[in-house]
């Protein structure tokens, strides 16, 4: 229900997919309760965010977004995104200053987000596409990335630009991992160390999914018995031999349709002959594939994850990167996946792993448990009116 009176709400993002993509239904919601609502953020995404009916202010961004060639290491990438959110802050300035929002959401690596409210005396809200942080965070996790080389370097320059910038919270850590406020648009069931999250901080909605028709359709063959999704998201997807294993693995094999998506960075003519029941895609409509799939090989990313648990499809995990490790883990402890690093991940694994999950009541049980855990965290709705409670 839209309230009496409709405000200016501002959306300060990366061009990041995995984290554009989390929020836009969100924000469609809002625009769709009669609220202006802006979408500052790198032209790069301009039809993502035209998609939700928000207005984009462009922000020009410096993260390595087109090519996705992010460091190794953690500090210098942590050091790209502040790099990021210091030449960001002049333009937020520049479009926001003269037209300030009654409430600015934000995403966790727009950091410039929290120095514009802060320094206009403006409410703030985080919508947060992965897992937060916990009470002990900082002793049992953060201290052991500070002990890393430039580490100490990276926190006196972000100390220095918060003091400069004229940002209230000048605590670093304070100031990137602990939100005035926070969306957490995950399913709980993937959070690390729930009991100590502050839920006066932090509410978990569950993925956020729209209408998603623009995407397009997918139908589930009729001579499909099970269907097969294999994704590695929109980042990590340069892994022409991991797909010729899956194509080794699955292909033919009795009963399974398969839908293969490879990404924009490889042709489907590297990956061989194709066998009959694979079909290959540089994208697909995920979401609606795995409505109607029976399972699903993932790189774990929150999205992938938080659409697998949405959907109650059993998963072979295949992290590529940062959290997906993490992901991979909590999905096996959750009882709906098996782990399998790329390097494990031969022929036979793979092949072992589906049939094994495909043939577990027991992971159909628990598939079915946290699907329902998920829906009833409220998705879309209730984080829209959570961001509107914060307006009255």
């Given amino acids: 229900m839209a309230r ?7 959306m300060i993002g990366v061009p990041a997919v995995s984290h554009v993509l989390p929020s836009l239904a969100v924000i469609r919601e809002l625009v769709d309760r009669g609220h202006r609502v802006t979408y500052a953020n790198d032209p790069a995404v301009a039809e993502l ?4 009916g928000a207005g984009l202010v462009p922000v020009r961004s410096t993260l390595p977004v087109a090519d996705n060639r992010w460091p190794e290491d953690p500090i210098e990438a942590m050091g790209v995104f502040l790099d990021d959110a210091i030449q960001a802050l002049p333009q937020l300035r520049a479009a926001y200053d003269p037209d300030p929002a ?12 929290r120095v514009l409210a802060e320094t206009q005396g403006r409410r ?20 052991q990335l500070w002990r890393l080389p430039g580490a100490d370097a990276y926190r006196a320059r972000f100390t220095d630009w918060l003091v400069e910038a004229g940002a209230t919270t000048t605590d670093m850590d304070a100031f990137s991992g ?24 932090i509410t978990f909605v569950g993925p956020c999914f729209g209408d998603r028709s623009a995407d397009g359709d997918w139908r589930r063959p009729a001579d499909a018995e099970r269907v097969l999704l294999i994704s590695l998201g929109s980042a990590f ?19 399974w ?52 648990l ?27 996946a098996r782990r399998l690093d790329t390097e494990e991940a031969t022929v036979d694994r793979l092949r072992e792993a589906l049939l094994a999950l495909s043939g577990d009541p027991g992971v159909a049980r628990r598939s079915a448990e946290l699907r329902a855990r998920a829906l009833a965290e409220g998705g879309t709705p209730r984080a829209a009116d959570l961001v509107e409670r914060l307006l009255d």
């Avoid at 965010?49 to 939700?52: A, C, E, G, I, L």
């Avoid at 997807?237 to 009963?255: M, N, S």
């Avoid at 590297?270 to 799939?293: C, D, F, K, T, Y």
């Avoid at 992290?319 to 959750?334: G, I, K, M, S």
Wanted: proline share 8%; glycine share 10%; net charge negative.
């Fill in 257 to 308: 349709h398969v839908v293969l998506g490879i990404g924009k960075y490889i042709a489907p003519e590297e990956l061989g002959p194709i066998p009959g029941n694979v079909e290959v895609h540089s994208w697909v409509p995920q979401l609606r594939v795995l409505e109607q799939a029976d399972a699903f090989v993932t790189h774990a990313g929150m999205g992938g994850s938080g659409e697998g």
């Fill in 49 to 52: 965010v035209k998609s939700t």
């Fill in 237 to 255: 997807t340069r892994q022409p031999e991991f797909y010729r294993r899956c194509l080794a693995a699955f292909g033919d094999l009795p009963g």
């Fill in 4 to 10: 009496r009176h409709p405000a200016h709400i501002a």
């Fill in 124 to 143: 703030l809200l985080q919508l947060s596409p992965t897992y937060v942080a916990w009470r002990g965070y900082e002793e049992e996790v953060a201290a």
């Fill in 178 to 201: 602990r939100p005035p406020r926070a969306l957490a648009l995950v399913p709980s069931a993937m959070q690390p160390n729930l009991d100590r999250v502050d839920e006066r901080v």
């Fill in 310 to 336: 949405f959907t109650g499809v059993p998963m072979i995990a295949v992290p590529q990167a940062a959290e997906q490790f993490a992901n991979a883990d909590r999905l096996v402890e959750l009882g709906v």
């Fill in 102 to 113: 009654d409430l600015y959401l934000y995403d966790i690596g727009a950091y410039g987000a």
